[in-house]
């Protein structure tokens, strides 16, 4: 089958590098335009760009997936279906129509739980024990179509948003590729979703990654696990952001919320809401590079005592 590939960050990367080895040819690829990032707000290309461009495959580029232009030039590649991983924009009826196979999304959570943009940091934030992929086959609605095909796996102990999102993409590579193959043969059936079980894990605004010191060590630990590696979970040293990261609840701790208990190579050891102490392994002062703790406290003058805001 001739395939139209969507997806925008690096997440979907691999699944597209899956879908151009196997029996399938991509014979399109749809990302989001360029967009300007860093402080020097420097136009950066999306991941899957970079891919397409380096392996010479047809790209397409608009600013939102509509109109009639757009219609006429994706319905051109005269495709057999389209793939979307990530890519950014909930796709309109007529442009899910317009390859006669439809559409199909590989999603990074095993709905209908996490319908939306940020399925796995917000899995991670929840401190869930298990996720997985879905594969399913697109309507009108926001991840409401329905299942072709399910992979779930455990989310390990300390595992970042990052680090889960890397292992997910390349588990949903293969697990797209099999679904393809079953789509060509005819062999997949299409299953509602339940009704039981919905939630949402829409896009994350920068302001929830501020730590909040009167939450539990667990609780925070699981925060700074979610927003790693962007937009980093973060608090406040006289006024300038400091973002903390490799998180790990302790022992019991008797300081105010907030405060620092302790400071070593181990790392930076912070008083918490419940009476226990959170220990932060990496760290990145605003402006600054990430390095680990024990390297940022060398040169930061932070002693016990003293509390982040």
């Known amino acids: ?45 999306p991941a899957v760009k970079s891919f397409a461009l380096k392996n010479n495959l047809r790209l397409l580029q608009p600013e939102k997936p509509r109109g009639e232009p757009f219609l006429s030039e994706l319905s051109s590649l005269e495709a057999d279906i389209s793939v979307v991983v990530a890519y950014g924009h ?16 590989l999603h990074a959570s095993l709905l209908p739980a996490y319908r939306g ?34 992979r779930e796996t455990g989310i390990v102990f300390g595992e970042s948003a990052g680090e889960l999102a890397r292992r997910l993409s390349a588990l ?14 005819g062999t997949l059936e299409a299953i509602p979703q339940p009704s039981a079980g919905i939630s949402y894990a829409p896009k994350i605004e920068r302001e929830e990654a501020r730590l909040d010191w009167s939450l539990p060590a667990e609780r925070l630990a699981c925060l700074i696990r979610a927003f790693d590696p962007a937009p980093g979970a973060y608090c406040l040293r006289g006024g300038k952001v400091l973002k903390l990261f490799r998180p790990l609840a302790g022992g019991r701790a008797e300081g105010r919320p907030g405060e620092v208990a302790g400071t070593g190579e181990a790392g930076l050891k912070i008083c918490c809401g419940d009476n226990r102490e959170l220990l932060v392994r990496e760290a990145q002062a605003e402006g600054k590079r990430r390095m680990s703790a024990g390297e940022y406290l060398r040169g930061a003058g932070l002693a016990p005592g003293e509390v982040l805001s």
């Open 172 to 185: 949903g590579a293969g697990l797209l590729i099999e679904t393809l193959d079953q789509i060509e043969r």
């Open 1 to 45: 089958m001739k395939v139209i590939f969507w997806g925008s960050p690096e997440f979907a990367v691999t699944p597209l590098e899956a879908v151009c080895g196997s029996a399938h040819p991509v014979v399109g690829v749809v990302c989001q335009p360029d967009r300007p990032v860093g402080r020097g707000r420097k136009l950066s290309p």
């Open 90 to 105: 909930i796709l309109r009826p007529v442009v899910l129509a317009v390859p006669p196979r439809g559409s199909i999304n």
């Open 117 to 150: 943009a940020a399925p796995i940091q917000r899995a991670v934030a929840a401190g869930e024990a298990r996720t997985g992929l879905t594969v399913i086959r697109m309507d009108a609605g926001m991840d409401t179509g329905p299942v072709l095909a399910v």
